[in-house]
């Protein structure tokens, strides 16, 4: 199984803020990878797949990239809506896995 | 606009079964892989299985393999997941996903005595 490995688990930051989390694969996906924010008690919404493709509706703020084995997701001016759990996922081959999360707290 | 809305989660003794439905509806369902992920209570995100668009091919993670069935009847844009001799760590939130792209709002499966 491909190992997703997500850091840093959690993050502290502020308004206006901007933060990159990082998803390493234990081995190459090229750019099968997709984020998703999660906030409590809701479905996770996808951001991001393809490793750097918005999704629709997403704003721009979001932005994705990397291929291989190391990827970023990176959240410009952040904004009270965007603290939440992020989650890296590979759909290279299967099982997908999941990364463990990445909270962003104030 | 996309919909998917899952149903049969409940509470269950360890060995029982359960099956979960999500109905879908917004998007071509009968072209679409479809998939369930779960999460424990606390924890993060696990992919469970998927099906392709006809049925012909199924995918599941190691820890549910022999036990879970996926499903689908394209006919009414359902999507099922037959859960038999379910244990304590199977206790989750289901969702049933398009593709991994749209989600429903999950089901509570508790597998408990």
């Known amino acids: 199984d491909i190992q997703m490995t997500q850091s840093p688990s959690s993050l502290s930051a502020s308004v206006g803020d901007r933060v990159t989390i990082t998803c390493r694969a234990n081995q190459g996906i090229s750019n099968h990878l997709s984020w998703f924010q999660q906030k409590p008690g809701k479905a996770p919404k996808s951001l991001i797949y393809g490793a750097s493709n918005l999704q629709s509706g997403v704003p721009s703020k979001f932005s994705g990239s990397g291929s291989g084995t190391d990827f970023t997701l990176t959240i410009s001016n952040l904004q009270p809506e965007d603290f939440a759990t992020y989650y890296c996922?590979?759909?290279?081959?299967?099982?997908?896995?999941f990364g463990q999360g990445t909270k962003v707290e104030i | 606009e996309v919909q998917m809305v899952e149903s049969g989660g409940g509470s269950v003794q360890p060995g029982g079964s359960l099956r979960l439905s999500c109905a879908a509806s917004g998007f071509t369902f009968r072209s679409s892989w479809m998939d369930w992920v779960r999460q424990a209570p606390g924890k993060g995100l696990e992919w469970v299985a998927n099906?392709?668009?006809?049925?012909?091919?199924?995918y599941y993670v190691d820890s549910v393999k022999g036990r879970f069935i996926i499903s689908r009847d394209n006919a009414e844009n359902s999507l099922y997941l037959q859960m038999n001799s379910l244990r304590a760590e199977d206790t989750a939130v289901y969702y049933c996903s398009w593709s991994l792209n749209s989600w429903g709002h999950g089901t509570l499966v508790t597998v408990s005595s």
């Open positions: 996922l590979q759909y290279k081959s299967y099982p997908r896995t």
């Open positions: 099906i392709k668009y006809d049925g012909s091919e199924k």
